[in-house]
């Protein structure tokens, strides 16, 4: 069965190259981005069922908006992709908290919220897969100083894999974390994977199967210390 799947975040890097592999695979494809040019723009340059639309995931009504204004009856697949602020000029200990602020607004909260807003489409598809792109920053195991805003944020998000995925286990969604990796995107800056490599651990995630692992943080399908 051909999946509905929605990537936020997804007019660059590793969320425009899941939209890109999923659309190739004949999955319809919902790509968001804040600029809905910059959406429509990418959904051009795409193969396949690429629908573009615009969303803001840290601002409620752009949410709801998109929410409103999908016309399927399911959502099979919900990558949530969109980050702000990997902050290598700070430090714990003198943090801008306004920065702080502004990425768990959108690492955080915007995911949060863009997952509450589809639910019902998930789970009126009877196999919903979140896939939560994380990072082993957020990793309490491995954790040091630097990058206070993008660190917190994950490991927040990571927290709230476990949660949504220990609730929405009786709706059969599947709900997990992957990092994947470092790579070379405008946020990863030069010297990483490629991006390809990166996408491909999300796609692990997104292609489960029924009965799969939930609640998980992975990275190449390998699991990851918290």
């Known amino acids: ?49 690429v629908v573009p639309r615009q969303l803001d995931v840290g601002d409620p009504k752009s949410v709801r908006r998109l929410a409103e204004g ?12 969109a980050a702000i602020h990997y902050d290598t000029w700070q430090r714990a200990e003198n943090a801008d908290l306004g920065v702080v602020r502004e990425a768990l607004e959108t690492n955080l909260l915007g995911a949060w919220r863009v997952t509450l807003a589809l639910l019902p489409l998930l789970r009126a598809g009877g196999h919903g897969r979140v896939v939560n792109v994380s990072s082993e920053a957020g990793s309490l195991a491995v954790m040091g100083g630097g990058t206070p805003a993008y660190t917190v944020s ?42 390809g490599e990166g996408a491909r651990s999300v796609l692990w995630a997104v292609d489960l199967p029924d009965g799969g692992p939930t609640g998980g943080f992975f990275r190449d399908g390998k699991p990851l210390a918290w």
């Open 154 to 195: 994950k490991t927040a998000l990571n927290a709230l894999t476990k949660m949504l995925a220990a609730e929405l286990r009786g709706d059969r969604i599947l709900v997990n974390a992957v990092c994947p990796g470092w790579v070379a995107t405008d946020m990863g800056g030069p010297g990483g994977r490629p991006v």
């Open 70 to 81: 999908l016309t399927y009856a399911r959502l099979d697949v919900l990558v949530n992709n």
């Open 1 to 49: 069965m051909d999946r509905v799947c929605l990537v936020t975040g997804a007019n660059r890097g590793i969320g425009l190259e899941v939209a890109r592999r999923l659309a190739r695979a004949g999955d319809t494809v919902v790509l968001t981005a804040r600029d809905l040019a910059k959406a429509e723009k990418a959904a051009r340059g795409l193969r396949g069922t």
